[in-house]
């Protein structure tokens, strides 16, 4: 699964403006990741990502609306993407403010289709 969770992450880092990223566990566990710093850092925003998904899904689910494919953070200098990868998984993703944010998220929507497809 290490290999695996690598590979993905490595396609993850390479799309064209993600600074930093993770393949997060829905659990907020980190399988992969690709991070400057400390791992402290790292594990709380993996965990506090799968927290920020689950409540998108519980807010969908009250008006009855499907469970979120993405949850976008916008802040001045730069975006979260939070994507869903079917029930166990998600990515999180760091995009610099001066990315193609709409490529972006086609990118990584498609990696996630790739990860459950394969899962």
Request: contains cysteine; proline residues 2%.
């Amino acid at each position: 699964m290490e290999e695996k969770a690598r590979k993905y992450t490595d396609e993850i880092r390479s799309v064209v403006g993600v600074v930093a990223c993770a393949l997060v566990s829905c659990e907020g566990l980190i399988m992969g990741k690709c991070f400057r710093g400390d791992g402290a850092s790292s594990s709380l925003f993996a965990a506090m990502s799968a927290t920020v998904l689950a409540s998108a899904e519980a807010v969908c689910g009250s008006v009855h609306v499907k469970r979120p494919s993405m949850v976008t953070i916008t802040a001045a200098d730069a975006t979260i993407l939070i994507v869903s990868v079917g029930e166990d998984a998600l990515i999180t993703a760091v995009i610099d403010m001066s990315a193609d944010l709409p490529t972006v998220q086609e990118r990584l929507l498609g990696i996630a289709a790739g990860i459950g497809e394969e899962a």
